[in-house]
Each structure stands twice: as structure tokens, then as C-alpha cells.
């Protein structure tokens, strides 16, 4: 008999997909569900390769695999985090051929040939980014669920380059929610590293 | 999320063919289907992806403005010719959704968007806009997001476009392709009214697909703005929202065009409010009769009545702020 070491994720991952199917085989359906297309075709398994991080990683994927869930279930990139799944809350932010994006609204088999850059390739290696060491400086997080997302979106708007105060910092981070409320540090850790950048 | 292909065409014209299927949808920005396929709200088993068919150019000329369908929310935004001679427009966009979504969403997406209405996302709940005949569930539930105007026994879902409401106040028209060939639509004339049919939300034909949407030029498109009221200062869709273009000269409004958002089932322009301006003067009298215009028409349920003293006065702030106290 073979013991296979599980990491933790992948006990987590098997573990939640158990309860999961048990959930909606008990939830007896759904009223007024929209019928299904007749027919449903099996999906084509897409080869797709995306440059990550500055490296060329080639992906086999269903095509209703978000980014998010690609970067987080077959990359092992867990830094990006999964917050509401609904592009509502930020959390999954990614740079997209160097724009923030909502990693969790993007199909991946979408992706063949784009950049996509996440919070784990954004340290010069030992080096942390400015806005890495400013969120630290700041205490720019409670928790930290929300950080590698609004750390990204930063990024993002760092490039976008805009004049940046307090309010409009506010502004163009609104698509960041921090349930912790650490919004005070955030806004003065990006002033800081707007300073930098 | 049910199955579903994943397909390109090499072209338009092949991008139409695939797209007529029946059950296919087109994806652009995917911000919104992604949405709605999380939540089984659209089941396609195809979609066509309209990457790659270098929709995305802006091209402004004297005879007004043109934005390719594929164009990205945030580059029409920060567009300096849009800034300069559309301001509208651009600050409808930045009034819309978050940084990370405007990267992503579409001119052509933003404008065939689903409404923001919680029971037609929620396929627990009936919704003749989803289901036909299945019943409305807003109508005696909680809507106080929902339309005062425009509304039918069916549907009273808003039309959750921001950029819709300045592009319908700007006279603009639609670029399409399909099937049966080219056409263009006035922008007033692509939505249609929910009535019997909430579910048929578009004059679009099966397969026609959105190449452009052209703004024509006027002298009242660089006195222009959007006002937006919502529930939270930012990332919010709106209860009520103003769209207002004025030319004005010698103190005196030559033409006006004025349309709100967050209050009907499509894109509410406002032509009362507009022919009550021209010709007055360009006083806080005339800004406060404008906004009184606005709700001509209303009907309002028991917990969205606010949305009319909002109205009026979003209205009524919108062209002071355009018009100015001359």
C-alpha cells in the first residue's frame, strides 16, 4: 500500500469537493432554474501558455477555469486569494499585461500568450516591492485575507500613474475590500510608495 | 457551471456564423457573463470569444467620436480627446464599477450588461426576465433599487449602465453586424421596454454582434457631465444618475441634452426636461424647473418613492453644475 504525502491544500481541496457534493445533492434544486442548453458538448480541453511571473507556464484547461483557479489549484500559487468569486471584492487582484484585473472574472483559456503577474512575482527576490514594505511599515492590514489583493491593485495604479492624494487614493483602490478596516494604514502605505515608485 | 465550448472565429464573418448558433453567447470583457455563468444564469453551450477582431480602436474626427465595441472601459476613461470633448462620457465610465473591472469591461459589453436586480441573479427566485412566466418577484418584494420608470406588470428591473445613460444623451448610435448583414440603431432604439417580454431586452437579431458605437459631434458636448447617487461613494450601480450636455450662449441655452440612470428600465433620456431648457435662460430658476421636469411620468413603488425627490434633485444639481449660475 502506498501512502501519498497530501500537502495540506491538496486535504483541503478533497476534503471541501466531499462536502461540497454533498450540499447540493441534498439542496433538492432548484425552483426556477434556467434550463440548460440542450445537449451540453464536453468541454475541450484548452493548451494554453501564459508568461507568469516571467515564466513561460503551459496549461491544460477546461475552459470554464477561472485565472484565479488556475493560478490557485494547478499552479500552487495560493498568494492570490479567493474572496467573493464575483469581482466584487478585490482580493484575487492580478496584473494583466501590467493591469489589475479581478483574477476570478477571467476565463484562463482566454489567456494564451498574456503576462499575468501576481504578488509572488513581485519582490526583486529577497528585495521587497516599496508597497510591500510599506503595507509592513504601516500596518497596512489586520488580518491579511485582503493584502495581496490590494497590494496588487496598488501596483497597478502605481503604473497607471496618476497625481494620488488621500481621496483619490480612495477612489481608485475602491475596488479593494478590507473587512478588517485597516483603510487609514492602506491609503498612507501607497502614499508612501507612490513617493518611491 | 454547465459545460460549455470555448470557441474564436477567424474573423467577423466567422465570428457571426459561430455566434447564431443557437445557445451561444458572446464573451468580451466576460465581467459580467462570468457572473452569470458563476451563478447559472446563462447557460450557453457555447461561447465565442470576440478577442482578437480589432474592435478597440477610439478614432475621434470633427464629425464626433467612435469607439470600437472591444475598446476597455478604462482606456475610453482616460481617452484625453474624451476628457476634452466628451467629458460625459468619461466620467459616466469612471463612475462605473472599480479600476480592476474597467480594465477588463467593454464599450460593447457595458452596454448589453444584465440588470443589477437580485432576484433575476438568483435562480431560486421567479423573474420573467430570466424565466419567462415565471412571475416578478421585485414587484411585491423589495425594490427599492428598482425602476420608476418604464416599468410593466412583468419587470421593473433598472437598465444598470452608467455609460449607456451619457451615450443615449449624446444621440449615439450603434454599429452592427450580423446574419443578415450591417445596420446601425440609435442607442434610444436598442433597448427595448420590458412589457410582456422582460426576457427580449435588445432589437439585436440572433448573432448580431455590436462592431462600434459612433457619438456624433455638437456644440454641447464639451459643457457635459455625470452626476452619480448611490448607496456608498464609490463602486456602487446608482439609485439615481444624471447625464446633462448644455450649449450655452450669451446666458441664453441654445441646446440641451439631459438623461438619467439608477430610475428606468433602459436608459431614460429626458426630452420634456430638454425642451424646457432651450431658449431659457441659464439660471438656478431654470436648473430647479429642469430637475421638477425630470419625474414627469414617474411611478414609483412603495419603496422606491424616494427615487423621485432623488431624481429631481440629481437632475437639478446636475445642470448647475454644467450650466453654472451665467
Known amino acids: 500500500m502506498t501512502i501519498r504525502n497530501f500537502t495540506r491544500r491538496e486535504f483541503l481541496r478533497d476534503t471541501a469537493a466531499t462536502g461540497g457534493a454533498a450540499a447540493i445533492a441534498g439542496s433538492g434544486g432548484k425552483a426556477w432554474a434556467v434550463p440548460a442548453a440542450a445537449d451540453p458538448p464536453v468541454p475541450t480541453q484548452h493548451r494554453v501558455t501564459i508568461r507568469l511571473n516571467g515564466t513561460e507556464r503551459a496549461l491544460q484547461l477546461d475552459p470554464r477555469t477561472s485565472l484565479l483557479d488556475a493560478l490557485r489549484e494547478q499552479l500552487y500559487l495560493t498568494g492570490t486569494k479567493k474572496g467573493c468569486d464575483m469581482g466584487a471584492c478585490g482580493a484575487c487582484t492580478v496584473l494583466l499585461d501590467g493591469k489589475r484585473v479581478n483574477a476570478c472574472l477571467v476565463l484562463a483559456a482566454r489567456l494564451d500568450g498574456r503576462e499575468v503577474k501576481t504578488i509572488e512575482g513581485l519582490a526583486d527576490g529577497d528585495q521587497l516591492h516599496p508597497l510591500q514594505a510599506a503595507f509592513i511599515e504601516h500596518d497596512g492590514f489586520q488580518c491579511g485575507y485582503c493584502t495581496p489583493g490590494q497590494i496588487m491593485s496598488a501596483a497597478g495604479l502605481l503604473n497607471e500613474g496618476r497625481p494620488l492624494d488621500e481621496h483619490s487614493i480612495r477612489e481608485w483602490m475602491s475596488g479593494n475590500i478590507c473587512r478588517c478596516g485597516a483603510y487609514p494604514n492602506i491609503v498612507s502605505a501607497i502614499r508612501q510608495a507612490s513617493g518611491r515608485a | ?326
Open chain 2, 1 to 326: 457551471m454547465q459545460p460549455f465550448a470555448l470557441e474564436q472565429g477567424r474573423d467577423i464573418a466567422d465570428t457571426i456564423r459561430r455566434g447564431r448558433m443557437p445557445g451561444t453567447d458572446y464573451i468580451a470583457g466576460g465581467t459580467d457573463l462570468v457572473q452569470l455563468l458563476k451563478d447559472d444564469v446563462r447557460r450557453p453551450r457555447r461561447l465565442v470569444d470576440l478577442e482578437g477582431l480589432d474592435l478597440d480602436q477610439i478614432t475621434v474626427t470633427p464629425q464626433g467620436l467612435r469607439l470600437g465595441a472591444m475598446t476597455r472601459m478604462s482606456e475610453v476613461a482616460d481617452h484625453p480627446a474624451v476628457i476634452r470633448d466628451y467629458p460625459v462620457i468619461s466620467q459616466a465610465l469612471l463612475a462605473s464599477a472599480a479600476p480592476q473591472i474597467r480594465n477588463l469591461g467593454t464599450i460593447g459589453g457595458n452596454l448589453l450588461q444584465r440588470t443589477r436586480c437580485t432576484y433575476f441573479r438568483d435562480t431560486a427566485s421567479p423573474c420573467n426576465k430570466r424565466s419567462p412566466g415565471t412571475g416578478c418577484a421585485a414587484i411585491e418584494g423589495v425594490h427599492r433599487t428598482h425602476a420608476i420608470f418604464g416599468g410593466s406588470r412583468q419587470c421593473i428591473a433598472t437598465h444598470a449602465s452608467d455609460l449607456a445613460v451619457a451615450l443615449v444623451a449624446l444621440d449615439a448610435v450603434v454599429h452592427l453586424s450580423g446574419p443578415n448583414g450591417a445596420r446601425d440603431v440609435r442607442l434610444t432604439e436598442l433597448h427595448l421596454m420590458p412589457n410582456d417580454h422582460p426576457d427580449i431586452e435588445t432589437v439585436l437579431h440572433p448573432g448580431e454582434l455590436i462592431l462600434a458605437v459612433s457619438v456624433p459631434a455638437g456644440a454641447w458636448t464639451r459643457r457635459s457631465s455625470y452626476l452619480k447617487v448611490r448607496d456608498r461613494a464609490s463602486f456602487e450601480f446608482a439609485l439615481t444618475s444624471a447625464a446633462v450636455a448644455l450649449d450655452i450662449q450669451d446666458g441664453k441655452i441654445r441646446a440641451a441634452r439631459v438623461a438619467a440612470g439608477g430610475v428606468g428600465t433602459k436608459p431614460w433620456r429626458l426630452p420634456a426636461v430638454e425642451q424646457a431648457l432651450v431658449g431659457a435662460p441659464a439660471t438656478t430658476a431654470t436648473w430647479q424647473r429642469g430637475g421638477r421636469l425630470a419625474t414627469a411620468g414617474a411611478m414609483p413603488l412603495r419603496d422606491n418613492r424616494f427615487k423621485v425627490r432623488l431624481l429631481r434633485a440629481t437632475v437639478t444639481r446636475a445642470l448647475e453644475q454644467v450650466g453654472g449660475e451665467a
